[in-house]
């Protein structure tokens, strides 16, 4: 199956949302119960009762990130709910991050656009975003609103904010910062939404999609995690790829 098929994440999620559905996992819940209780969560908030409803639609995009998962994701996010438990603000953002990479290519694709628009001219409008997009997502009137709602989640979250010029986008002023632990499971949401590819550790480190962070996360760090595989190439590039098996 081609991960970018289908867009799937066209909501703007707030990140309370996000704190919530996370901690139905630390919690144990079965996708079902999570589904039920962020239902509930948003009664008020967003309308309607019905699936394809704004409030539906939202709880389903919450619920693949979090709760039902594809199976490739399963072990990323056994290993953020861990992680969950012990990190900073900053880190547990970066844990919803690394969800929605490992969930959501259209997620991936935007920020990776979004972190190179950022590096190569320091603000960006929604139209610069959307053409970056259409070579692998190719035209679709569903792209631009997806792009749309995205931008305006990582706002909310802090990660990106409006500036004067009605339209244009820019970083927020400082980046989060992220110890070895989060760090790694980052870079497993990379490998994973790669679909196994191998990849130089200083890609992964430095990836346009983590614009938001700086991930302090060395070869030492990645060849004593377990759910990784890492090999020389060349002189001094160190190249990782996932184990299969690796819950």
């Not at 919450?62 to 861990?82: K, M, S, T, Y």
């Not at 999609?209 to 001094?236: K, T």
């Amino acid at each position: 199956m081609n991960r970018r098929s289908s867009i799937g994440f066209d909501r703007r999620i707030d990140l309370a949302w996000l704190d919530s559905a996370a901690a139905q996992v630390a919690a144990e819940a079965s996708p079902a119960e999570m589904r039920a209780y962020l239902w509930n969560l948003l009664e008020g908030v967003l309308s309607g009762d019905k699936s394809n409803s704004a409030r539906g639609k939202s709880v389903t995009v919450l619920n693949h990130i979090w709760g039902d998962v594809h199976e490739d994701a399963e072990a990323l996010r056994e290993r953020a709910a861990v992680q969950l438990v012990r990190c900073s603000a900053d880190e547990s953002l970066a844990l919803h991050w690394a969800m929605m990479v490992g969930t959501y290519p259209v997620f991936t694709d935007l920020a990776a656009a979004i972190g190179r628009l950022l590096m190569l001219q320091g603000s960006f409008t929604l139209a610069h975003l959307t053409r970056r997009l259409v070579g692998t997502w190719g035209e679709r009137s569903t792209l631009e609103r997806a792009g749309q709602r995205i931008v305006r989640s990582m706002i909310q979250w802090g990660v990106l904010r409006d500036t004067e010029t009605r339209g244009m986008y820019e970083g927020a002023l400082r980046r989060r910062k992220v110890g070895p632990a989060v760090g790694t499971v980052l870079i497993e949401a990379l490998l994973v939404d790669a679909e196994e590819a191998s990849i130089p550790l200083d890609q992964l480190i430095g990836h346009p999609a983590l614009f938001p962070f700086e991930v302090d996360v060395n070869a030492s760090h990645v060849r004593g995690a377990s759910q990784f595989r890492m090999h020389r190439q060349g002189l001094d590039s160190d190249v990782v790829e996932l184990k299969r098996g690796r819950a």
